[in-house]
């Protein structure tokens, strides 16, 4: 297994682990939905490795993306994640709610 794929899965795990704890730490709602609140992944700021934790992307789009900003600077908006090939109106979707840009 390589370093990288070793990296992605311990933050995978890690996330997870952190998910799990906010949602017991928070008490059950009437509605029983559980409200958990994640810290967005800023997209101007997070490594290839950071965005591969995202729904969909895996090492490869996240490279896309690290690229993308290299080649045209910050992103303005979450929204020009639309002009990374691979990514279409429905893997944004998944994504959008849990990114942000500084």
């Keep these: 297994m390589s370093i990288v794929c070793a990296i992605l899965m311990i933050m995978s795990i890690n996330h997870a682990v952190a998910v799990e704890q906010a949602a017991e730490a928070q008490p059950a709602s009437q509605s029983d939905v559980p409200a958990v609140v994640l810290e967005k992944i800023d ?3 997070a ?4 965005l591969a934790t995202l729904p969909g992307i895996g090492p490869k789009m996240a490279g896309r993306i690290d690229a993308y900003r290299a080649a045209n ?3 303005e908006s979450v ?4 002009n990374i090939k691979g990514i279409g109106p ?11 840009v500084s």
């Design 43 to 45: 997209i101007n700021q």
């Design 47 to 50: 490594d290839a490795a950071m």
């Design 73 to 75: 600077g910050p992103f």
């Design 79 to 82: 929204d020009e994640l639309l």
């Design 90 to 100: 429905q893997e944004f979707e998944k994504i959008k709610s849990l990114v942000t």
